[in-house]
């Protein structure tokens, strides 16, 4: 079925350990990005992109790294895990920029990745 | 400043009746989308109904209805014949047109709705 993929579901990590969380989509969108999740936040922007190549930060984007090099991938990367980035991190993707589309083109979102870090 | 502002942590219902999830928000666009997401206990996020800044109607996607009053900056859920399966959490979501179609979504914190049986 053609939607977002995040890769782990689950994971735990020890202080200071780095990883890679995975995002895929297969529905050609342009845009993509992450969030992490924490009781009483929301969601939080944490990084992202409007295509290939091209980047931008979010809300909380400390201690995350991404790139775009292809339009179906967007990877996240942890540098160096910290306690504080215990969460649960969702990518979500959409093909129109555009609000007044996002009726017919609106955010899709992975399953999301539930990241402890100890 | 927090953009969207979701002011009921929690709420409870009866089945069947209805309920209002209330959201405001804040943007000096004129050109903007505002979205309701629904999070199950499952943990995923399912897109409810959105609403254009320019739309002159009030949105509706079956059961759920948004009360959109421009002037007051709200963007109220209406959730009718509440059922025990609308237990979730649901966020309100803001995504601003500035001209450059780059600009992300912006969730506020959540209202935590529990239908009573």
């Known amino acids: 079925n053609a939607g977002v993929t995040q890769t782990p579901k689950f994971q735990v990590l020890k202080t200071g350990q780095s990883m890679t969380l995975q995002c895929a989509q297969d529905?050609?969108?342009?845009?993509m990005s992450w969030y992490r999740q924490d009781p009483g936040m929301g969601l939080r922007l944490i990084h992202y992109?409007?295509?290939?190549?091209?980047?931008d930060q979010g809300e909380v984007p400390n201690g995350y790294n991404v790139s775009r090099s292809t339009t179906e991938d967007f990877p996240l990367r942890l540098l160096s895990a910290a306690p504080s980035q215990t969460s649960v991190y969702f990518c979500?993707?959409?093909?129109?920029?555009?609000?007044?589309?996002?009726?017919?083109?609106?955010?899709?979102f992975g399953s999301g990745t539930r990241l402890t870090v100890v | 400043a927090q953009k969207i502002t979701q002011t009921q942590p929690g709420m409870f219902v009866q089945e069947k009746e209805a309920v209002t999830l209330d959201c405001t928000y804040d943007?000096?666009?004129?050109?903007?989308?505002l979205f309701w997401y629904k999070q199950p206990s499952s943990g995923e996020m399912i897109f409810l109904i959105y609403?254009?800044?320019?739309?002159?109607q009030n949105a509706t996607e079956g059961r759920y209805s948004l009360n959109f009053q421009k002037a007051r900056k709200s963007a109220n859920l209406v959730i009718s014949a509440s059922q025990l399966g609308d237990s979730a959490m649901y966020f309100c979501?803001?995504?601003?047109?500035?001209?450059?179609?780059?600009?992300?979504?912006?969730f506020g914190k959540g209202t935590r709705l529990s239908v009573i049986a």
């Open positions: 992109s409007v295509g290939a190549g091209i980047t």
């Open positions: 979501a803001m995504r601003e047109d500035q001209g450059i179609p780059n600009t992300p979504l912006v």
């Open positions: 529905m050609n969108h342009e845009y």
């Open positions: 609403q254009g800044s320019y739309d002159e």
């Open positions: 943007t000096s666009d004129q050109s903007y989308g």
């Open positions: 979500a993707s959409s093909y129109s920029l555009l609000p007044r589309d996002a009726a017919n083109y609106g955010y899709t």
